[in-house]
């Protein structure tokens, strides 16, 4: 009888205990921070690289022949327009100034002869006196000594331009660039071989090829009312260096070039700055910030609560309303600051896990508690 007793009372006292062991070592739901994502209006920019490009370039060239006698900039220094830069030697082209001249004078000295003899013998020739020959033939005197008149001014004319090129004068102000001649060397009208090149580089460009599928994204998304462009701010332009540095000084986004670039399928756009350091020399790559438009109601989810699948696709923990965690694949288009722009996913008001993301799982309860942003330390 009393074995039998014991039989009956084991296997309850397990029962017994086993509840109270199952409720006594319960785990209670995990604690999970949230951020509750609510849309905003949002500036988006395109970060694109680009080249410097001078603001204008002129090659020196000589436009008469000559000997080279000086030069007179220093190699590398800033020179003004219509400042000497070389000069080529002046005598042959003074004295075919002096010939030009005094075979100006000449002709003018004998104008006024031919002059009073036309007059003479037009009088004559009405009276019969003279043939009609003689006074033709002191017509066409007259006629040439006044052709070969304006002749030599002109040939004078062209004496003293020749004269004035063996100066040759900066056509730009900028700085030049190294000398392709000394002294001594002989140079010739419009030859291939430029003397100097003169860069003015401020202002100066920044050339920055964009690839035509931003731009047709761009034009959809605009005239589907998903972003929106106003005021001149979309032509201010930021630059940065090749150091990763600011540029001290913004620029204004001039023009878009109408030709796609084969080689690339990109579309250049030009964008001039100051430069009144010279800071920015020719060929040098930096990246442009271009500013694109505004999202209006943009969707922003934090970086840390963004993960990948095995597909490589971005998702992210959300908590309903009965505090379950459902797991939203994201549509994330670029990265602004230290978030997600994400065009699809998510809505207003979600709470999206921050804290907590390794313990849950999508169907777990989650207690909620609210998210502490790390405070910045001061550098």
């Not at 074995?3 to 029962?15: C, E, G, K, S, Y």
């Not at 939203?328 to 921050?354: F, H, K, T, Y």
């Amino acid at each position: 009888m009393r074995r039998q007793v014991w039989v009956f009372l084991v296997p309850a006292f397990l029962v017994i205990w086993g509840c109270a062991e199952e409720k006594k070592f319960s785990a209670p739901p995990p604690e999970v921070s949230v951020l509750t994502v609510e849309p905003r209006v949002v500036t988006i920019t395109a970060e694109l690289a680009g080249r410097t490009v001078p603001y204008r370039v002129a090659d020196v060239r000589p436009q008469v022949n000559g000997i080279i006698l000086k030069r007179y900039f220093t190699e590398g220094n800033l020179v003004k327009a219509g400042e000497i830069l070389y000069q080529i030697d002046p005598k042959p082209f003074q004295t075919a100034l002096e010939n030009a001249e005094a075979a100006l004078a000449r002709s003018e000295a004998s104008l006024a002869a031919a002059k009073l003899r036309e007059e003479r013998l037009r009088g004559l020739v009405a009276e019969k006196a003279v043939s009609q020959q003689d006074y033709d033939d002191a017509l066409a005197v007259l006629k040439q000594i006044e052709a070969d008149i304006k002749y030599w001014r002109a040939m004078v004319e062209q004496a003293k331009i020749n004269l004035g090129y063996t100066s040759v004068k900066a056509p730009i102000s900028g700085l030049i660039g190294r000398s392709n001649v000394t002294e001594g060397a002989l140079v010739t009208a419009h030859q291939p071989m430029a003397l100097a090149t003169i860069q003015q580089l401020d202002p100066i460009y920044v050339d920055v090829p964009q690839s035509t599928t931003e731009v047709l994204k761009l034009r959809r998304e605009l005239e589907e009312r998903k972003i929106i462009r106003a005021g001149e701010s979309l032509k201010r332009v930021q630059l940065k260096l090749e150091d990763g540095s600011d540029y001290p000084w913004f620029g204004t986004l001039q023009f878009q070039d109408v030709t796609v670039e084969q080689t690339t399928g990109s579309v250049v756009l030009r964008v001039v700055f100051p430069n009144p350091r010279n800071i920015l020399l020719p060929g040098m790559f930096v990246r442009a910030v271009i500013e694109r438009g505004k999202y209006p109601r943009a969707m922003l989810c934090p970086q840390q609560a963004v993960m990948r699948n095995t597909k490589g696709e971005a998702y992210t923990y959300v908590v309903n309303e009965r505090n379950v965690i459902e797991m939203r694949v994201l549509n994330v288009e670029q990265a602004i600051g230290d978030r997600w722009l994400v065009s699809s996913g998510l809505s207003a008001g979600e709470r999206v896990v921050m804290e907590g993301i390794q313990r849950v799982r999508p169907g777990m309860t989650v207690r909620i508690v609210p998210f502490t942003p790390p405070a910045k330390t001061a550098r």
